[in-house]
């Protein structure tokens, strides 16, 4: 008779007293790739020839048409921290979780890794059409180096976890591309491993389903997995991550705390012009082209009535607005204030219904200044849209300047979105026992 | 993950000449190291291969029969020539149909090897880049694939027998069993160095399938070679002549008269399975670049 072995728990595995030390140490490494593909081939089979014959490996220098897709990262990580990787578009952060993941090698400097590694990189690895989903988690998993009895032992969980539920027995050609990724994410999320790679693969699945992906995850750092977690999303990084490395052109350009390395990107990225646009709306082309009102400048002003871009937390917002109506009737002008996601703060708009101002044609100025609440540190858009009464419709849309919040040295305003100002009472409660 | 053999607190150590085991051995450690990564992943092997065979047989009608339809398709249209009397030949004591099933049978364990191997990387290419596993996996899996096929043209051979009434002694398709493994390694060597190969540039997928065709019409498969033609002496060197041959001598002889040739011919494949497989494991992380 078979002897049926106990499932490896979670909880052996805290047994382990880890040595103390980073888990983490990567020291000067280099990348580099070939920017042409026939070059690419003839150095493939050099240095593959290279690795056989032996002779010096990998030469440190670059040849011709190719470029350092890293240069010269270093950093380490301790046990438990969660180190998040931002950048833009090719900076080499993808480069470097492969790295880190063993996929290809450096070709200077050295990585060292204490612990197992897992990769939270590509779901559904291996995933065949024709396959059932429960022969295709087998598939998957062992790919990603479970052994059978470790998926045995966690096929209940991994299924419970992505909710294909009764859609276990059949070919996975018949899911719903949701499903395979669910399924996939599954398996990954199910490995045992110290260490863990993510790659932006958090924005797969619907909302209920990313919100179990952040239980897991949350779950697997509390247990003292290291986290390595790539990504576009600052939220993510900032809900995930203790620390923070800023790739540009493969180099780090930032590495260290969450809130300053990030703020430095934002601030960066807002130089490159990645914020504007994110959230204009789609006019109806000729309804724009009719315009009866047209916007031509949005000015944001200091306390002195001077332009200006930084604010400290308290300042008013003043925003001057500019515009040219071409038909005479009843607007509302909206201001909408945008955060660093593109998602609107609040918004400010001029009276509406029976009281919607009434301008006359021609150029005209008007001006707004929000009272309360106040922002929050960080990096603001600021836009302005008018609505044109009789026909119910935005009829002009313009993007303003954006603006920065500076940051202060208390904590008090550090967090959310905006500022408020609150009352506290407190009130001795009776020592139990008494009534 | 990670490394084969790694404990949770050994330290992996990766450097631009390879991935090291923080204290395990260094320089005595590579075949040995090769060996294991090839052990731990016997299930991966088992998945992929399970995975592959399903894959190819699952969606057709005619599901299992295909790989019987095709050799007894080619055998009869040989058989036809054979009979026809453009395909001459003297010296065969078996009927020709069994001869060159036989033959075919031998052979297709190197071409369908092959065939699978060398594009085992290319399409396994975007979880090359994205997961760290041990792809010598999709490469024996692969090549497993041309078990399957020897398999159901050994039962077609089984057939034919018992329709001609021969039954060769049990020790003659034992001893042909074994002459039969040493082209199966040649054709695992050289699947490692062609899939490589086909990592770097895509010509060998197109190239691959030619130059099989042209050496089954080269190598005697289907024919015996004629003592002093000119094939004949061009195939002296052909150690993939005497990998099919000399199986089809044990089983329906029971001995060979190239007992030397065949044994070069096993140190030749043995020795490729070795330098190829040592290839793929040095040139794995690089592969991952260029695929």
């Not at chain 1, 109806?284 to 002195?304: D, F, N, Q, T, Y």
Request: charged share 20%; hydrophobic share 45%; proline share 5%.
């Amino acid at each position: 008779m078979a002897t049926v072995l106990p499932c490896p728990t979670e909880d052996c595995r805290e047994d382990i007293v880890s040595t103390p030390g980073p888990v983490v140490i990567v020291e000067g490494v280099y990348k580099k790739y070939c920017s042409s593909l026939r070059h690419g081939m003839v150095y493939g089979i050099i240095d593959i020839g290279k690795l056989v014959f032996g002779g010096k490996p990998v030469s440190a220098s670059l040849r011709k048409q190719e470029f350092w897709a890293l240069h010269q990262v270093s950093f380490r990580l301790d046990k438990g921290e969660a180190l998040g990787i931002i950048g833009l578009n090719g900076a080499g952060k993808s480069t470097l979780l492969k790295l880190l993941n063993g996929i290809i090698l450096p070709d200077r400097g050295e990585i060292r890794m204490k612990g197992r590694v897992g990769a939270l990189i590509e779901v559904g690895a291996g995933f065949h059409p024709n396959l059932t989903g429960r022969e295709n988690v087998y598939v998957n998993g062992a790919i990603l180096g479970m052994s059978k009895r470790d998926i045995d032992c966690k096929l209940d969980d991994i299924v419970a976890f992505s909710g294909i539920g009764s859609f276990l027995d059949t070919p996975v050609k018949f899911y719903s591309s949701g499903m395979i990724v669910r399924l996939g994410f599954s398996v990954v999320a199910h490995l045992n491993c110290d260490i863990l790679l993510v790659d932006e693969v958090l924005s797969v699945g619907d909302i209920q389903f990313r919100a179990k992906c952040y239980n897991k995850m949350r779950e697997l750092m509390k247990k003292g997995v290291t986290c390595i977690i790539v990504s576009h999303n600052m939220y993510d990084i900032r809900k995930f991550c203790n620390v923070v490395l800023n790739l540009e052109r493969g180099r780090v350009i930032g590495f260290g705390d969450r809130d300053e390395v990030v703020d430095a990107y934002l601030y960066r990225t807002n130089e490159l012009g990645a914020i504007r646009h994110y959230s204009a709306p789609i006019l109806i082309p000729h309804m724009r082209k009719a315009a009866p009102v047209v916007l031509e400048e949005i000015s944001v002003l200091g306390s002195s009535g001077q332009r200006t871009k930084e604010f400290n937390p308290r300042d008013p917002l003043v925003v001057r607005l500019d515009f040219e109506v071409h038909e005479p009737r009843n607007y509302v002008l909206w201001l909408e204030v945008i955060g660093q996601d593109g998602g609107r703060v609040f918004t400010l708009n001029s009276p509406v219904g029976d009281h919607a101002l009434y301008f006359p044609r021609g150029r005209h100025t008007i001006w707004a200044t929000s009272v309360t609440p106040s922002l929050v540190p960080g990096l603001y858009g600021v836009n302005a849209y008018v609505w044109d009464k009789r026909v119910h419709m935005y009829v002009d849309y313009l993007d303003g300047p954006s603006i920065q919040v500076r940051r202060t040295e208390s904590m008090d305003d550090r967090w959310g979105a905006i500022r408020v100002t609150s009352q506290w009472t407190s009130k001795p409660l009776a020592p139990a026992g008494h009534s | 993950m990670g490394i084969v053999g790694q404990g949770r607190d050994q330290e992996l150590i990766y450097t631009p000449w390879g991935k090291v085991l923080a204290g395990g051995p260094r320089a005595l450690g590579q075949l040995s190291s090769m060996v294991r990564e090839l052990v731990e992943a016997r299930e991966l092997v088992w998945r992929l291969f399970y995975r592959d065979v399903r894959a190819q047989y699952g969606q057709t009608f005619l599901g299992v029969l295909w790989p019987i339809i095709v050799p007894v398709f080619t055998v009869a249209v040989f058989t036809l020539i054979h009979r026809a009397g453009i395909l001459t030949m003297r010296n065969i004591d078996v009927p020709y149909a069994l001869y060159s099933l036989t033959g075919l049978a031998f052979w297709s364990i190197f071409s369908v090897s092959l065939t699978a191997t060398s594009g085992c990387l290319v399409q396994a290419g975007p979880m090359i880049v994205k997961i760290n596993f041990p792809k010598v996996a999709l490469v024996v899996s692969s090549s497993l694939q041309s078990v399957v096929d020897f398999f159901i043209k050994s039962l077609l051979i089984v057939m034919l027998c018992s329709y001609y009434r021969m039954f060769p002694p049990l020790w003659h398709v034992v001893l042909a069993g074994l002459a039969v493994l040493p082209i199966y390694l040649l054709s695992l060597g050289l699947g490692f160095v062609l899939c490589l190969a086909a990592g770097i540039s895509r010509d060998i997928l197109s190239v691959l399938p030619l130059t099989l065709n042209a050496l089954m019409i080269f190598t005697p498969v289907f024919y015996p070679g004629e003592q002093g033609s000119l094939l004949y002496r061009l195939n002296v060197a052909n150690p993939l002549n005497y990998l099919v041959n000399v199986p089809r001598d044990f089983l329906f002889q029971g001995r060979t008269a190239y007992c030397t040739e065949f044994a070069v011919a096993v140190l030749f494949s043995v020795s490729l399975l070795l330098f190829g497989w040592r290839l793929f494991y040095l040139a794995q992380p690089k592969i991952a670049e260029r695929i």
